[in-house]
């Protein structure tokens, strides 16, 4: 990769994925997708760079307890349904995501921190968690799912390492004629990684 690797990228998850493995990933790493899907991260990776295990939530595949040995991995990737669903949402991510117990933030939030401990466990030491999330407003309250990621981990011991912005393209959707709060056009790839 040449040049400054820059926090913020405009486009895809394949535009800025390449950027955070680049850095944190050496090649030849054991590297488990946990919500691989249909392989959007992984559009303008070389896959065989890395040993990659692939598996998704579609497949049966639950994040809370994955079926890895302890201390297994160099890294881990998550993209969770970190949206609540309902109304609002697109009909396309409900689909994929709509999942009766991650209904309101405090649930997606402990999805999050269920997934961090399981991959605390699937780690090898200094092995990253490569997480996407993004902020959003529940019942008109902020909701900085980031920045409750960043402020709690360091408890189990995964350090914050860095952060990714990727700025969407698309405009998104308005549900309420007056405008309470700025909409959320981004989102977070965060790096943590396996401390103690």
């Known amino acids: 990769m040449t040049g400054a690797v820059l926090t913020c990228c405009a486009g895809t998850n394949a535009d800025i994925f390449p950027r955070i493995l680049g850095m944190y990933v050496k090649h030849g790493a054991l590297v488990a997708d946990t919500t691989y899907g249909k392989g959007v991260f992984w559009r303008a990776v070389d896959e065989s760079l890395y040993r990659l295990s692939k598996s998704d939530l579609a497949d049966g595949t639950d994040a809370l307890k994955l079926p890895h040995t302890d201390s297994s991995f160099d890294a881990l990737v ?6 609540n669903g309902g109304k609002g949402a697109k009909e396309s991510i409900n689909k994929c995501y709509k999942n009766p117990g991650h209904n309101s933030y405090e649930a997606v939030l402990r999805l999050y921190l269920a997934a961090a401990l399981e991959a605390y466990r699937v780690l090898r030491r200094d092995g990253v968690w490569i997480v996407k999330c993004q902020p959003g407003v529940a019942d008109h309250v902020q909701r900085p799912v980031h920045v409750h990621l960043i402020s709690t ?8 390492e860095d952060e990714f912005v990727l700025h969407a393209s698309a405009t998104p959707v308005m549900r309420h004629v007056t405008q309470k709060h700025a909409r959320k056009n981004h989102s977070y790839f965060l790096v943590f990684r396996k401390v103690r």
């Open 78 to 83: 998550f993209d969770p349904p970190y949206l």
């Open 153 to 160: 981990l360091p408890l189990i011991g995964m350090r914050f």
